[in-house]
């Protein structure tokens, strides 16, 4: 497994030893020893989620204020821009962002840790994404901010206008949310 730190040192992007030949690959996709021993995070999973996107579905922008979540991100199938927010008022990259392409092809994974707000747009038809969690979804807790906070300034993937739900569309302005201290 090969970690690289993100301009956002805490968000980890992770890519993990394959093994292919002319049957197919193998890799683990989560081994906690290893995930603790290569990243230093100690938080415990507890949920597992899987969504399905066509492409141009934008979800996002994330977060729960309280029961805050850690989220480990990886696609199976198809491909998103995955992007975190620092949304940490006393962290030194407090409204930073960063993002990455994430693919069923590439492998990779994202470690977006608690006190960051977490969205995705999908590249392609039938995109499936998986990722756990370190606490449980708690709706009274989870709030939305706007994708295209202009203060956020996010750059991403479109081909197109976006698909959005009505959840997010009503998201808040990042200097209207509410944010971590």
Do not use: C
């Not at 990779?108 to 994404?129: C, K, M, N, Y």
């Amino acid at each position: 497994m090969n970690i690289t730190q993100t301009d956002i040192p805490e968000v980890l992007l992770i890519e993990p030893r394959v093994f292919g030949d002319e049957r197919g690959f193998f890799f683990e996709s989560f081994n906690e020893k290893t995930f603790q021993e290569k990243t230093g995070v100690m938080l415990p999973f507890v949920q597992d989620n899987h969504s399905r996107s066509a492409k141009n579905v934008l979800r996002g922008l994330h977060y729960q204020v309280q029961q805050a979540q850690g989220k480990l991100v990886r696609v199976v199938a198809g491909a998103i821009y995955d992007v975190a927010v620092d949304i940490r008022k006393s962290s030194p990259t407090f409204g930073q962002w960063v993002g990455y392409e994430l693919s069923g092809a590439n492998k990779r994974q994202l470690w977006i840790p608690p006190g960051f707000a977490h969205g995705f747009i999908s590249l392609e038809d039938g995109t499936e994404v998986l990722y756990k969690t370190t606490d449980y979804y708690a709706p009274a807790h989870e709030r939305s901010i706007l994708w295209n906070d202009p203060d956020l300034g996010i750059h991403w993937q479109l081909d197109g206008e976006p698909i959005v739900s009505a959840k997010d569309q009503a998201g808040q302005p990042f200097q209207q949310a509410d944010l971590f201290d």
